[in-house]
């Protein structure tokens, strides 16, 4: 322990210590905005400079280590000074002067800027603004860059680099050129980017953001011609109450259904019901490759994100994916067959948009293998904006139920939106499919938590499954690594985000650490509570199988439900 | 892989190509292991490295406090005009590429010119031009 | 008035012949008698921090590691600077024998010597004295015999002046962006490839090569007891004699230096001001130059002696296209990581720009707004110094600089 003097009074802190954790601790705030817990200092910003007594200059408290004895004035005239003047040059260069751009920002409501004016207390700005007069990338299905905006504190680079372990953003040029861009400028869908969204929550502005489908699904909304159904993956529910101002981990399902009903959608149905169904799929799989020596490890197809990761970064290991399609595709794939041809509804008519905690799925909707299974994709994000927007208040609204057949789910399916879900859900699926005897102990807390890679060892009638799981894309490649060095599992989740889906980059900002905990829980809350919580007890999956698909792995299956992959390189 | 080479192999690279093209910075990323968003933001830092191709003779003029006090501004002007070039542009016939640097430490004995590795001192504008000329 | 002849003394452009019997010298006493001479004699860092080199080297050779590295810097880029190429290509082998002897006496075995890209003269000699000295046997293994193991090599800038900054230098050789690094850790602790590492600029490789050559004795006579020994003073601008001259600490004034070495301002034009040393200092007026050329004299003048540039302007030349000039070196050459320095560069060239005219009150009190936000909250010395220069034309020649009808300013209380 060390004792420090911040602000007068004396704080005894961990050695090791930053200031900034320093003033954390003595519940002291100082502003931010290049500093992100878990990336690395970068101590561009200097908004959080402090005064030291002794040094001639000003230091960054989040880049400076406690020393013993020392005495810190976070929030001196010089430092308030200094901070003002530091702020008015960063909004000088923000795209925002005399244009309201505030107001159509993405970040409307959560803007780092905004929060960090708030603690400084600015109250003029002399600079004149000086736009860059850059045009924004547009090249991704899944995500808009409005440099503008950027001001270059560099966190959506050590995002992509330093957790997803992937490093698609660069620094380039200096001086007042200095930009965020990607290799050889050639913008986000032109190069290795997976779609995670991840950069998003990142960004402290509104640099970053999905491309917006909301716009086109009012359109169809407020076409009478159209019918239009939607989809709701298992993470929205535990994320979407959150941006109405309700506590992370506040579940809202039955909120959300009524509220999409009043938003003018025909049916309202749940991704868990196509959940279930990946699980008979992608179970038969892996027992088939199991019994038939097929090529394992298995891995799992859900992460549109992991998908593309594997195939720019591990093309060699293609073959190993599970050809399932993702809940989402299987769902639009269901739709535009079975449903349709049930309900005597025109293919032309029909519109299937789906609601994701995710960004890559916007990018997964339009891959040419299944184009046309799902027409529109909004994030959780968009869903809240256009909820506001109807003018619904929703956290008031009764809760009402999923239509039906495609609208029950087992609790298994719920947890596909938690890192090691899918594979719990397996788990529970092929312990009774190979066995026959009823699972009595439904929890795998080994594959639950926040932990980047777990790993656990099944036993199944004597056959030892060792499954993997990994979540964030920096674990992931860990995880591959392993495998390419030889490591023998039989199957594998992965999963782009940390956390999984409800830490997507489609989910509500902010989504850290701490919001990521509590859907979590809120999440392993409503598998508890459902009666049903294994995915081949569902039986509307059963009865979609009597009826039209036949058994697991069939025929009509395949040409519904699985798909292949591309090897991209980089 | 050392990286302490790095630089060296951006310069012969630059040096064989006149520019770093795309599928070296390909190839420089995987023999260094790390993202070739990196490469790229790395070879853009510093401005002696070009991603897109140069002209045959790479025409720099010191425009730093010494030599501006000695009328390097007035040189740079003449040598715009003459090649109906703006900073960092290069002309049609891939010929010239002009570059307004900064210092390069012939302080003393400004104006200063260098062209490709020749290093020209107390230019006037009329002996610009004829250096220009003799390039041709 | 004569140079005194220190480090110019028997120049080296050769290797043949050398007998690099500094080195020997050296070996002979020992790393802790080496250190302790170079301590003793007060040499500082001649790249413009000013660093006591002995403390450094003595802090290097503490620290415990399997691997240290030193580094020759000679990324002289600070506009008005030219000595490191002088002394590149006038006396290369002293430089490399500098090198040797940091290199022994911290125990680094290998080291490189980072010259800028637009020094293709300075470094093709010294790509050649590396290229015999490796194949006489006085780099590689078992040097003179003595058991000293060392490698050299040299790296090739590629024009960044804040590559300069000795951790953005380190930056550099790894292969990343110039940007300067957090400090602490500072280099002689964790510094290239996170190892133990001593940047030395040339100048002050050769000085110390001289130290051990011509004795601590002799050096101690030199100068003054915060300024031992010589300095090499790159005189430009309106001067009728420019170039680089070596000058004894406290025996000459600045004004002298102008009269003396320069032989006076051409075509008889008064003297505006003199930026002593280089374009990251304050300038100074006629008036303040009557002060002996020592860090602490120009020092107590209200500037610094920084890299030896010293810049002469007479009255000739146009205030704000002066100031423009330097803050677009600044606004163009900042690293563009911290954004007092980038933004606030920026915004002053601009500003600079649009008060071609005049400045308003207003206008003043901004600049040095942003000029003390720079100073005191940038990352490394490029933006601390950033705007010193034309601060010190604001508060010096604020009346001219005004706005007609336009009423004094303010200065920050910072």
């Given at each position: 322990?060390l004792q420090v003097n911040i602000d007068g009074k004396t704080y005894?802190v961990?050695?090791g210590s930053s200031i900034l954790e320093a003033a954390g601790k003595a519940h002291i705030k100082i502003p931010t905005l290049c500093y992100e817990?878990?990336?690395s200092i970068y101590g561009g910003c200097r908004l959080c400079v402090v005064e030291i007594e002794g040094e001639r200059l000003l230091q960054p408290a989040c880049a400076t280590e406690i020393k013993e004895g020392m005495v810190i004035k976070t929030h001196s005239p010089k430092v308030q000074e200094v901070r003002r003047n530091l702020f008015e040059l960063i909004i000088a260069s ?18 780092e800027l905004?929060q960090a004016a708030d603690i400084i207390g600015i109250n003029q700005v002399r600079l ?23 001001i270059t504190c560099g966190r ?22 200095t ?25 402290p ?366 | ?136 | ?47 413009g921090a000013g660093f ?110 804040v590559?300069?900054d000795e951790t953005s ?10 940007r300067s690094r957090i400090k602490p850790p500072y ?93 990251s200092t304050q ?16 020092a107590?003048?209200g500037?610094a ?25 600044f606004m163009?050459?900042t690293c563009g990581t911290c954004f007092p320095c980038r933004e606030g560069n920026r915004q002053v ?16 009190e901004l600049i040095k707004n942003v000029g003390t936000t720079i100073h005191l909250a940038a990352r490394c010395g490029l933006g601390q110094t950033s705007l010193n220069f034309i601060g010190s034309?604001f508060d ?14 303010v200065t920050s209380k910072y």
């Amino acid at each position: 322990m060390l004792q420090v003097n911040i602000d007068g009074k004396t704080y005894n802190v961990n050695e090791g210590s930053s200031i900034l954790e320093a003033a954390g601790k003595a519940h002291i705030k100082i502003p931010t905005l290049c500093y992100e817990e878990g990336l690395s200092i970068y101590g561009g910003c200097r908004l959080c400079v402090v005064e030291i007594e002794g040094e001639r200059l000003l230091q960054p408290a989040c880049a400076t280590e406690i020393k013993e004895g020392m005495v810190i004035k976070t929030h001196s005239p010089k430092v308030q000074e200094v901070r003002r003047n530091l702020f008015e040059l960063i909004i000088a260069s923000h795209d925002i002067s005399c244009k309201l751009n505030c107001l159509t920002c993405s970040k409307n409501g959560n803007c780092e800027l905004r929060q960090a004016a708030d603690i400084i207390g600015i109250n003029q700005v002399r600079l004149k603004s000086r736009d860059k007069g850059y045009s924004e990338d547009r090249s991704s299905y899944s995500i808009i860059r409005e440099p503008n905006k950027c001001i270059t504190c560099g966190r959506c680079i050590r995002k992509c680099e330093e957790v997803q372990g992937i490093g698609i953003f660069t620094m380039a040029n200096r001086g007042p050129a200095t930009i965020v861009t990607t290799f050889e400028d050639k913008g986000m869908g032109n190069v290795e980017c997976t779609n995670c969204g991840q950069c998003i929550h990142s960004c402290p502005t509104g640099a970053l953001h999905e491309v917006y489908h909301y716009e086109n699904v009012w359109d169809v909304l407020n076409d009478p011609s159209k019918h239009v159904v939607v989809q709701t993956a298992p993470a929205v529910r535990v994320a979407i109450s959150e941006p109405f101002g309700a506590e992370p981990g506040a579940v809202a399902t039955g909120q959300m259904v009524a509220a999409l009903r009043r938003l003018g959608f025909d049916r309202v149905f749940d991704t868990n019901f196509t959940a279930d169904l990946t699980i008979m799929e992608e179970g038969t799989e892996l027992i088939e490759r199991i019994n038939n020596g097929g090529i394992l490890p298995l891995l799992t197809s859900c992460s549109p994100g992991w998908i593309k990761f594997i195939e720019h970064f591990y093309p060699d290991l293609l073959p190993n994916i599970s050809s399932c399609k993702s809940p989402q595709q299987m769902f639009g794939a269901v739709a535009k067959t079975y449903y349709a041809e049930k309900n005597n509804i025109p293919l032309e008519d029909l519109v299937v948009v789906s609601v994701m905690p995710c960004t890559a799925k916007k990018f997964e909707a339009r891959r040419p293998e299944m184009e046309g299974d799902v027409d529109f994709v909004l994030t959780t994000r968009e869903l809240a904006r256009m909820i506001k927007t109807a003018g619904i208040d929703m956290l008031a609204l009764e809760e009402e139920e999923y239509d039906n057949l495609m609208g029950v789910s087992s609790g298994a399916a719920d947890i596909f939106g938690a890192t090691g879900g899918v594979m719990e859900a397996a788990l529970r699926t092929a312990y009774e499919l190979i066995t026959g005897e009823e699972l009595e102990k439904l929890d795998f807390e080994m594959v639950r938590g926040l932990e980047g890679i777990k790993v656990a060892e099944i036993d199944i009638n004597g056959l030892k499954v060792k499954g993997g799981v990994a979540h964030g894309l920096g674990n992931v490649r860990k995880l591959m690594d392993r495998i390419k060095s030889g490591e023998e599992f039989h199957f594998i989740e992965l999963m782009a985000c940390p956390g999984g889906c409800l830490g997507g980059g489609g989910q509500p900002i902010p989504t850290n650490e701490e919001t990521r905990t509590r859907r979590m829980k809120a999440i392993y809350e409503i598998d508890k509570g459902k009666k049903m919580r294994k995915s081949h007890e569902n039986s509307y999956v059963q009865k979609l199988y009597d009826d039209y698909l036949g058994k697991p792995g069939s025929h009509r299956a395949h040409e519904l439900l699985h798909t292949s992959y591309t090897a991209r390189g980089v | 892989m050392n990286y302490g080479c790095f630089l060296e192999r951006m310069h012969n690279v630059q040096d064989t190509y006149g520019y770093i093209p795309e599928t070296e910075i390909d190839k420089i990323a995987r023999d260094f292991n790390i993202p070739r968003a990196k490469v790229y933001g790395t070879i853009k830092f510093y401005s002696m490295f070009h991603t897109e191709p140069t002209g045959k003779y790479i025409i720099r003029i010191c425009d730093s406090l010494s030599c501006h006090i000695n009328s390097s501004h007035q040189l740079l002007e003449t040598i715009k005009t003459y090649l109906g070039l703006e900073d960092g542009q290069t002309t049609k016939d891939k010929l010239f590429t002009l570059e307004v640097v900064e210092c390069l430490g012939y302080c003393g004995e400004g104006p200063v010119m260098m062209v490709n590795e020749h290093v020209y001192i107390h230019v006037n504008e009329s002996m610009a031009l004829e250096i220009l000329k003799k390039c041709v | 008035m004569e140079e005194t002849l220190f480090l110019k003394k028997d120049m080296k452009k050769e290797l043949s012949n050398y007998e690099f019997s500094n080195l020997k010298k050296a070996l002979k006493l020992g790393r802790e008698k080496v250190i302790d001479i170079i301590k003793q004699s007060g040499l500082k860092g001649r790249g413009g921090a000013g660093f006591p080199t002995g403390l450094k080297w003595e802090l290097a050779y503490q620290e415990e590691a399997d691997k240290k590295y030193i580094i020759c810097n000679g990324d002289e880029g600070e506009p008005g600077t030219f000595k490191d190429r002088y002394l590149l290509e006038n006396n290369p082998v002293k430089v490399l024998e500098g090198i040797l002897i940091v290199a022994y006496a911290i125990g680094a075995d290998e080291g490189y010597c980072y010259i800028r890209g637009e020094y293709l003269g300075p470094i093709n000699i010294f790509e050649k004295v590396i290229n015999e000295a490796e194949a006489t046997g006085i780099l590689g293994e078992n040097i003179l015999d003595s058991g000293f193991n060392f490698n050299l090599y040299l790296v090739k800038g590629a024009g960044a002046y804040v590559c300069g900054d000795e951790t953005s230098l380190i930056n550099s050789i790894e292969g990343k962006r110039g940007r300067s690094r957090i400090k602490p850790p500072y280099p002689i602790a964790k510094g290239l490839f996170d190892k133990p590492t001593v940047v030395n600029n040339v100048e002050t490789l050769v000085s110390a090569v001289e130290i051990i050559n011509q004795g601590l004795d002799k050096y101690l006579e030199l100068g003054t007891e915060n300024s031992r020994g010589t300095k090499l003073v790159c005189l430009s601008g309106d001067v009728n004699q420019p170039g680089v001259y070596e000058v004894e600490f406290g025996q000459v004034t600045l004004g002298e230096i102008i009269e003396q070495f320069g032989k006076g301002i051409r075509n008889y034009v008064p003297l505006k001001f003199l930026v002593p040393g280089g374009i990251s200092t304050q300038v100074l007026t006629p008036a303040e130059l009557n002060v002996p050329y020592t860090y602490e004299g120009i020092a107590s003048a209200g500037s610094a002696l920084g890299s030896g540039a010293v810049i002469v302007v007479d009255e000739g030349h146009d205030l704000v296209d002066l100031m423009l000039n330097v803050s677009r070196f600044f606004m163009d050459e900042t690293c563009g990581t911290c954004f007092p320095c980038r933004e606030g560069n920026r915004q002053v060239y601009h500003m600079l720009k649009e008060g071609k005219e005049g400045f308003t009150e207003k206008d003043v009190e901004l600049i040095k707004n942003v000029g003390t936000t720079i100073h005191l909250a940038a990352r490394c010395g490029l933006g601390q110094t950033s705007l010193n220069f034309i601060g010190s034309v604001f508060d010096k020649f604020g009346d001219e600089l005004k706005l007609k009808g336009g009423e004094h300013y303010v200065t920050s209380k910072y």
